[in-house]
Structures are given as structure tokens and as C-alpha cells.
């Protein structure tokens, strides 16, 4: 079982940027894929980008593809997501997410689009871009 905070979140000006942190608590960090997503007022949940279990793999949807950048540190039980040009619409309430996926398939297969397939998430935090 995981425990994720995430934390990074604030107010930034269009074309600033952020870095947001998801730790974790538990056993097995490096055996999970994790996402990271977003929630804006009055609209679904989406997700924007995955990592897997090693790091090695990667992907996001065009929406915010060359803007945020996924990684993370398994020795420091962190995942971090760089977010860069900031836009208003990238406002929205931030989460992560573990996935119990070793494999990179999952990533492969725009594993940010199946919420459903994640176990764990954290409370997440809010990021407001606006001048």
C-alpha cells in the first residue's frame, strides 16, 4: 500500500513555471507506475502524464506534451512534474497516482488515460496560472 502527497503547487504567471512533487510513503514505490493529473472546475479528470516503475519510460498527451516533463527519484520515493509556458487553462487541481504496473506497456499504451487502473492517489494541490 502507498501513501502520495503531493506538494508545488501555487500561483504562477502565464509563462512561468512549476515544479510539483508527489511523495511516497509505503513498500514497492519502484514497482508502480505512477500519473499525474488534473481536475479543473466543472470538468472531468484528466490525465497528462505517466512514468514507469524504473523511470525509463514516459509519455503525456498532446495537451501538454513538450511543456511538462514527468520524472522521478525511486532512492527519494519521488515523483516530480516539471511544468513549463504555463497556460490559464492549466489551471486546475493537481494529483498523482500509483498504478501496480512494473512493466512499461502500460505507459506505452497511454496509461494516463485509465484512471481507473490507479490504486492509490493523494489529496493533490492546486496550481492557478493567471497575470
Known amino acids: 500500500q502507498l501513501q502520495l502527497v503531493e506538494s508545488g503547487g501555487g500561483l504562477v504567471q502565464p509563462g512561468g513555471s512549476l515544479r510539483l512533487s508527489c511523495a511516497a510513503s509505503g513498500n514497492n514505490f519502484d514497482h508502480y507506475t505512477i500519473g499525474w493529473f488534473r481536475q479543473a472546475p466543472g470538468k472531468e479528470r484528466e490525465g497528462i502524464a505517466c512514468?514507469?516503475?524504473?523511470?525509463?519510460?514516459?509519455n503525456y498527451p498532446d495537451s501538454v506534451k513538450g511543456r511538462f516533463t514527468i520524472s522521478r527519484d525511486n532512492a527519494k520515493n519521488t515523483v516530480f512534474l516539471r511544468m513549463n509556458s504555463l497556460k490559464p487553462e492549466d489551471t486546475a487541481v493537481y494529483y498523482c497516482?500509483?498504478?501496480?504496473?512494473?512493466?512499461?506497456?502500460?505507459?506505452?499504451?497511454?496509461?494516463?488515460?485509465?484512471?481507473?487502473?490507479?490504486?492509490?492517489w493523494g489529496q493533490g494541490t492546486q496550481v492557478t496560472v493567471s497575470s
Open positions: 512514468i514507469s516503475s524504473s523511470g525509463g519510460t514516459t
Open positions: 497516482a500509483a498504478a501496480d504496473y512494473s512493466s512499461t506497456w502500460f505507459v506505452e499504451d497511454s496509461g494516463y488515460n485509465r484512471l481507473y487502473e490507479y490504486d492509490y
